[in-house]
């Protein structure tokens, strides 16, 4: 009990967040393996807050009454927590030690957020509380698993659910953004965010926050708007405003809400550059968006071969580049339950008509699209579409297959599809003459946006 309390008092004469930390955390430090078995030797049940007390308030006289009763009852109950974990060490909780763990432990974590909003531990204290407050979701993960294995998955989120309430009232969001995510629950995620927003006004600047912290929330604010398809910032027309009436306009039009391209770009750039399994998490939520906001692949050099997500994108961007339906269907089938468990595979899916788009790019050029009028065919388009969804086929097959028999599309199946890159997504600029059977596509700019050409 000497060595913590030591600490602890060095701890509050520096000042120093991290080392008063260490006081309160359920594993002994490495070179001093039996710290907290002494600890919880050193007293009993009965003497616990007296030995506290005399430790606290007699060596600690420069602290408050308020703030030295706050201490006194969060190390007597660290003590009786880490009595808990002792006795599932050794066995004595063969069944339900994960719980009583996790009981023992929240109580530490209560007491501890009630110093901050009642006896006014100051701020440099906040290391205590993330650290408290880390092991508290270690130790309900541990009991949901425990109830799981006694009634079912259901007791998975009672605990969890328990879990974000504890940690919400003085921790910062990103645990429960995760927990959320592991329970694959967005309306969750959703609660923590309207939550944070209230209290914007309270919190110092997402600046001022670790980078770490950061990269996290950033990451987790973009997979929420990225499942809800919110890619982009939605671009607001500007509408004049008569000069009476334009200050309260300013005042009741809120700022425009950052969605997933803006957060998952920020926190990739603010990524270490030696975390690889962060940087694979957010390029694969990054990647699917930058397809839908921009209109084109990334550059093959942002998955190097030794990435885990290159077997994944590599052959599906590849096809998006050379426009091959087929290679296309054939990477998207050959990864589908990876995709599907990440939650990019409808995503990915709509995808799809930007390799159509570069396939008819391709047809247009070799037509001499570049130095012509402008107008292709539908049926110079159907057939390219035709031999590109075939694959293998040979031209002979394709050919006899004439208007879209068997496996082919028709003329005029191509031409609904070409119209909706025109009028629906904006992929291709033109209009489509049913006249003459032609696509007409603009001379002056870029008839495929995004492609430079």
Not at 41 to 66: A, G, P
Not at 211 to 238: A, M, N
Not at 320 to 346: I, K, P
Request: hydrophobic residues 35%; aromatic residues 8%; positive net charge.
């Amino acid at each position: 009990m000497d060595t913590i309390f030591q600490t602890f008092h060095q701890a509050q004469f520096s000042g120093s967040g991290p080392h008063l930390a260490t006081t309160l955390t359920p594993i002994a430090p490495p070179h001093d393996s039996t710290l907290l078995r002494r600890f919880h030797k050193d007293s009993n049940v009965f003497s616990i807050q007296k030995d506290i007390e005399s430790y606290i308030r007699i060596q600690q006289s420069h602290l408050s009454k308020t703030e030295s009763t706050a201490w006194i009852d969060i190390y007597v109950a660290y003590w009786k927590a880490i009595g808990e974990i002792l006795r599932a060490e050794t066995g004595h909780h063969r069944d339900d030690w994960a719980i009583k763990v996790y009981e023992a432990w929240k109580e530490v974590t209560n007491l501890l957020i009630r110093g901050y909003s009642h006896a006014g531990f100051g701020a440099w204290t906040m290391p205590c509380l993330y650290t408290v407050s880390k092991y508290l979701r270690v130790f309900a993960i541990k009991a949901d698993e425990e109830q799981a294995v006694k009634v079912g998955s259901g007791e998975v989120k009672m605990e969890s659910d328990a879990l974000g309430d504890d940690v919400m009232a003085g921790f910062e969001k990103n645990e429960r953004l995760e927990d959320a995510a592991r329970l694959n629950s967005i309306s969750l995620s959703k609660n923590c965010l309207r939550a944070l927003e209230a209290a914007r006004s309270d919190m110092p600047s997402m600046e001022q926050f670790p980078k770490s912290h950061i990269v996290t929330f950033r990451y987790y604010v973009g997979v929420i708007h990225f499942l809800d398809e919110e890619y982009h910032k939605p671009q607001k027309k500007k509408r004049k405003q008569s000069r009476r009436n334009k200050n309260t306009q300013t005042k009741l039009t809120s700022p425009p809400q950052t969605q997933a391209e803006e957060n998952l770009t920020s926190a990739y750039h603010m990524c270490h550059r030696s975390a690889h399994r962060n940087k694979d998490l957010l390029l694969t939520y990054l990647i699917p968006t930058h397809l839908h906001t921009t209109l084109t692949t990334p550059t093959p050099t942002l998955l190097p071969p030794h990435s885990p997500l290159s077997p994944l994108f590599s052959p599906l961007l590849r096809a998006l580049r050379t426009g091959s339906l087929s290679a296309f269907s054939a990477a998207l089938a050959a990864s589908e339950n990876t995709f599907v468990n990440r939650r990019v595979y409808l995503s990915l899916e709509r995808a799809r008509d930007l390799c159509l788009r570069n396939l008819l790019r391709r047809i247009w050029v070799l037509q001499g699209g570049r130095e012509g009028s402008g107008r292709v065919k539908v049926a110079v388009l159907a057939r390219g579409v035709r031999w590109s969804m075939t694959g293998a086929k040979s031209r002979a097959e394709e050919e006899g297959e004439g208007q879209g028999g068997g496996f082919g599309l028709g003329d005029e199946e191509v031409e609904c599809l070409v119209a909706g890159l025109v009028f629906k997504q904006g992929l291709i600029k033109g209009y489509i003459s049913r006249e003459h059977a032609t696509v007409v596509l603009n001379r002056k700019g870029e008839a495929f946006p995004g492609t430079g050409v």
